[in-house]
């Protein structure tokens, strides 16, 4: 049985993927840089290596017997370098296809730097010769999770989101259909724009959150200088910050953005919604 690599396996969307695909009978590995997570992994049952984006032999030992992969990085200034190297390494084991994780509006003219290096990445995939879906999210909705500080707190939310309405995704719809795209016929070839069901202003968000932890949440608009020194006090490098507070500009400006069915059409059903996220992450809020 071919083997399916899930590179991300402890970040949001990794283990969302690989969640979907436990318990189906597939011959799974997941790719980690540390050996600590890799015993876990191993402890459930799951068969995991330790291996590094920059370290050639390391991707090539990740990627020996595999037939499909996920790639998935989280935001840094080394994707390009390093997705491309993975992709590389995949077409030299004989990997057959590649679910690369993307972004929404991902282009070589996009004002956004995380959007310019994963177009130069997708640019990458399309030309080498392997199969390829290209998945393409909005924000997520587990991105919210970065509030409960000032939810617990204050009762309060803040971005410079200002009225704009937003299809904010869970990343548990972008792992069923990295799942689907992994498994199933019909997905070679196609770039999946995924959003959620129905595009929510902050002040919904608010409400939603506040409705399931049963107290009143607020959102407050912030300037957009507040916003940056707000995300990188965070941790958020400087770089990411201003792609942030940029694509919080362009979403004021759009007012409301149009959901796409690409969810819907892999998956033959919804996403999940505000209110479905609010719920089910009721616990996580109240803390």
């Known amino acids: 049985?071919?083997?399916?690599?899930?590179?991300?396996?402890?970040?949001?969307?990794?283990?969302?993927?690989l969640q979907q695909l436990q318990g189906k009978g597939l011959a799974l590995r997941v790719m980690t840089r540390s050996a600590e997570k890799a015993a876990a992994f191993?402890?459930?049952?799951?068969?995991a290596v330790v291996a590094d984006y920059s370290d050639p032999a390391?991707?090539?030992?990740?990627?020996?017997?595999?037939?499909?992969?996920?790639?998935?990085?989280?935001p840094s200034l080394e994707i390009?370098?390093?997705?491309?190297?993975?992709?590389?390494?995949?077409?030299?084991?004989?990997?057959?296809?590649?679910?690369?994780?993307?972004?929404?509006?991902?282009?070589?003219?996009?004002?956004?730097?995380?959007?310019?290096?994963?177009?130069?990445?997708?640019?990458?995939?399309?030309n080498s010769g392997m199969a390829y879906t290209i998945l393409r999210p909005h924000s997520f909705l587990q991105n919210l999770l970065g509030n409960i500080p000032t939810i617990q707190g204050q009762g309060a939310m803040y971005s410079n989101n200002g009225e704009a309405k937003i299809p904010l995704i869970d990343a548990r719809d972008i792992g069923a259909v990295a799942a689907a795209a992994l498994t199933e016929e019909g997905h070679d070839g196609k770039a999946y724009t995924l959003t959620g069901p129905a595009a929510v202003s902050f002040q919904e968000v608010?409400?939603?959150?506040?409705?399931?932890?049963?107290?009143?949440?607020?959102?407050?608009?912030?300037?957009?200088d507040a916003a940056k020194q707000g995300l990188m006090g965070a941790g958020f490098p400087e770089w990411?910050?201003?792609?942030?507070?940029?694509?919080?500009?362009?979403?004021?400006?759009?007012?409301?953005?149009?959901p796409?069915?690409?969810?819907?059409?892999?998956?033959?059903?919804?996403?999940?919604?505000?209110?479905?996220?609010?719920?089910d992450y009721a616990g996580a809020f109240k803390g």
Do not use: C, Y
Request: glycine share 10%; hydrophobic share 40%; proline share 3%.
């Open 42 to 47: 191993e402890k459930q049952g799951i068969s």
């Open 1 to 17: 049985m071919k083997t399916i690599l899930i590179t991300g396996a402890t970040g949001t969307t990794g283990s969302a993927t």
């Open 80 to 126: 390009p370098k390093h997705e491309k190297a993975f992709i590389d390494a995949a077409k030299k084991a004989g990997v057959k296809k590649i679910v690369a994780l993307s972004v929404i509006g991902a282009g070589p003219d996009s004002p956004l730097r995380l959007s310019r290096m994963h177009a130069e990445v997708e640019a990458h995939l399309k």
């Open 206 to 224: 608010a409400g939603a959150i506040g409705k399931a932890i049963g107290r009143e949440v607020h959102f407050v608009n912030v300037p957009d």
């Open 240 to 258: 990411l910050a201003d792609d942030l507070v940029t694509l919080n500009q362009w979403g004021r400006q759009v007012g409301e953005q149009q």
């Open 260 to 279: 796409s069915e690409d969810v819907q059409k892999v998956l033959g059903r919804p996403g999940h919604s505000l209110e479905d996220f609010a719920r």
């Open 58 to 74: 390391s991707l090539a030992r990740a990627l020996d017997g595999v037939e499909r992969a996920f790639l998935v990085h989280s």
